[in-house]
Structure formats: structure tokens, C-alpha cells
């Protein structure tokens, strides 16, 4: 991956870096200082209670938000002092998936999802939509790629998204909640999804979810946000070991109930 005139070194084995990032709106105080690391080349899951600035935490890596305070390194770059050129290029090596979607409403789905390769490569039409077509399928979508985005429901608008966020095969991935509004099948088949494409590609992945299940079935490493601080990170057996409170009370708050958590 390159960002701006240069070739980007991973930071040895850290892809994604926040450094004590204060961020707040209108006097209110979201992030508090959040500092953690996500490895390269692995998935890392962000979860916390709804409001905690998870999806606040995402805007800062892409760029759209700067930090009040602190940092954010991709790939050893400090986000805030990237100009525009190097920001367009961060942004084409990052597939991001918002948490509504945000898909074109002016554009039908083919196009939403071809979208990124039109804009970012010199494909041939004919296999702009076979990529298109694959993605497609692959999120379940394969028939409405001529529907608009006002006529799909929440969950197949969350997997067009998804579908869009792919067909760059970038280095990194970064989803807001691709979970959410979806059945128990499409979540899993999702989830397997993400796994794959992380595998095939060796992607540095970063999902926010509320699904204590899905999040430690993909999560190689997990972030638990609240307060506006990092309270605890590790692997999946050193969170469920963890001893801090607030640790044991998500996961097993968030495994007895997990739709009381959104
Ligand atoms: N652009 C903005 N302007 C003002 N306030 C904002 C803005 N973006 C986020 N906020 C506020 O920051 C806080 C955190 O929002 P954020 O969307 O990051 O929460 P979240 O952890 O993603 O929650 P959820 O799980 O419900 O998606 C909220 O109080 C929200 O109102
Ligand atoms: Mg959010």
C-alpha cells in the first residue's frame, strides 16, 4: 500500500495506532484519551454501549475527523497532517463500511457498488460488472443490483454497503456494525465472510459490534471502549480472564442479552 509519494511501511506489526485521542462536540466530551493498537494483518473488534464514540473513533482513522488531542497512525502516519492528495490515497486503500450504509441515493445498487471502481481504477466495464456481480452474490444481493436505495430495507442497504466497502480489496477494512438490522444467518454468514476476505487478502480488519458472539467467532483482538477510554483490550481468552468489572459485566451482559445492548 502507498500513501502519497511513498511506499507505506508497516509499523512493525501495528497497521492502525491512536495515541491518547481527545475529541469533543459542542462542549461534550466523547473521547476522553483513547489509546490502543491494531495489528496488521489480523481483526480487531471495537465493542462498548451505544453512544461511547465507537463510530467517532472509525471517522478518525479515514480522516473525516481530526483529534482535539493525540494522534492516529495508519501505517505509521499520523492521519491529521495528511494533506488531501494523501488523504484520497489513505481512503482508496481503506473499504469502509458505514453504520447506515451510506449508500448514493441518486444511484441503483450496480452502480453504488461499482462506484469505487469507476473512480479509482481504469477496469473495463465488462469487468466492472463481474466484480460488481460477485459481490453481489456474495452479500445476497444478486437480482436487485437495478434497485434504488429507498426501495431496499435496512439490512440488504447494510449488506450493498458491505458489498461496496469490497471491491477495492483493500488493505484495510473498517465496518460499522455489519451486524446490525441482519438475521442470525446473513450475521453469521457475514462474519464468515469478513473472515474470508480478511484471510485471502491478509486485511487489517476493524469491526464495531454488539454481538458478543460474532465479535469473538472474528475478533483476533478486541477493544472494549467506554467512558471515552480504552477499559480493556486483549485477545478473547485474556478479556474473558480479565479481572476489571466493567470487562466481565459487557461480556456476559452482552451474552444474556444481547438486543438490551443498542
Ligand atoms: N458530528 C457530530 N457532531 C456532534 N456530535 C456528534 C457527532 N458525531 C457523534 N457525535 C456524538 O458523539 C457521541 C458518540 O457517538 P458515536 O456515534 O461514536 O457512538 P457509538 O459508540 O458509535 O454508538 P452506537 O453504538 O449507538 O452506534 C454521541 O453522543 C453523538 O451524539
Ligand atoms: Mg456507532
Known sequence: MSIGNGEISKNG???????????AFEGHQVLEGVSCQIPSGKISVVMGPSGTGKSVL????????????GDVLVAGKS???LN?????????????????????SSM???????????QHTKKQESEIREIV????????????EKKMPNELSGGMRKRAGF??????????LLFDEPDSGLDPVRTALLCELIKEIQQKYGSTGVVISHDIKSCFNIGDHIILLHGGKVVDQGSKEQLQSSN???????????????????
Open 79 to 81: 492521519v491529521p497532517s
Open 133 to 144: 456481480m460477485e459481490r453481489l452474490q456474495e452479500v445476497g444481493l444478486a437480482g436487485s
Open 84 to 104: 488531501e492528495d494523501e488523504l484520497l490515497e489513505l481512503r482508496r486503500n481503506i473499504g469502509m463500511l458505514f453504520q447506515d450504509g451510506a449508500l448514493f
Open 244 to 262: 476489571k468489572p466493567f470487562t466481565q459485566q459487557f461480556i456476559k451482559g452482552a451474552v444474556e442479552g444481547p438486543l438490551g445492548m443498542e
Open 163 to 172: 458489498a461496496r466497502a469490497l471491491v477495492l480489496e483493500p488493505e484495510i
Open 13 to 23: 506489526s501495528v497497521m492502525i495506532e491512536c495515541e491518547d485521542v481527545h475529541k
Open 58 to 69: 472509525l471517522r478518525h482513522i479515514v480522516g473525516l475527523l481530526s483529534p482535539d488531542r
Open 108 to 118: 441503483n445498487l450496480f452502480d453504488n457498488v461499482a462506484f469505487p471502481l469507476r
